[in-house]
């Protein structure tokens, strides 16, 4: 059986600002979706709906760019070490897996 599997962000208003918004990380696998904040915030003005990611070319946007490739980086390296050994991994497990919660000690959390 052939699993799908995709990453995507999304922004949500963030606490205690009108303007500015939390970029979240969606995982689906087999159309089962988990998601976590990534930490990043954003402006609404530049935040690409069509393409869920950031625009712009300040310093700021280059450096969330870069986090959230890295992060989509990382957690596809999670999805393709453990879909060998567990086809029916879920995008909980690999939520978990990615934040430390799972049943391994691997850690595959960006750090800053």
């Given at each position: ?13 963030a606490?205690g ?6 970029i ?11 998601e ?9 003005k ?8 950031p ?11 870069n ?11 999670i999805?393709?070490?453990?879909i060998i ?21 691997d ?6």
């Amino acid at each position: 059986m052939q699993s799908t599997f995709n990453i995507s962000f999304l922004i949500r208003k963030a606490r205690g600002s009108k303007e500015n918004r939390t970029i979240y990380v969606r995982i689906n696998v087999n159309g089962k979706r988990a998601e976590f904040s990534s930490q990043q915030s954003i402006h609404e003005k530049h935040w690409d709906s069509k393409k869920c990611f950031p625009k712009g070319t300040t310093i700021e946007l280059k450096r969330i760019c870069n986090h959230l490739d890295r992060l989509k980086f990382n957690l596809s390296e999670i999805y393709r070490e453990h879909i060998i050994q567990n086809p029916s991994i879920s995008s909980k497990d690999i939520k978990n897996l990615f934040l430390g919660n799972g049943p391994t000690e691997d850690n595959y959390r960006i750090k800053q």
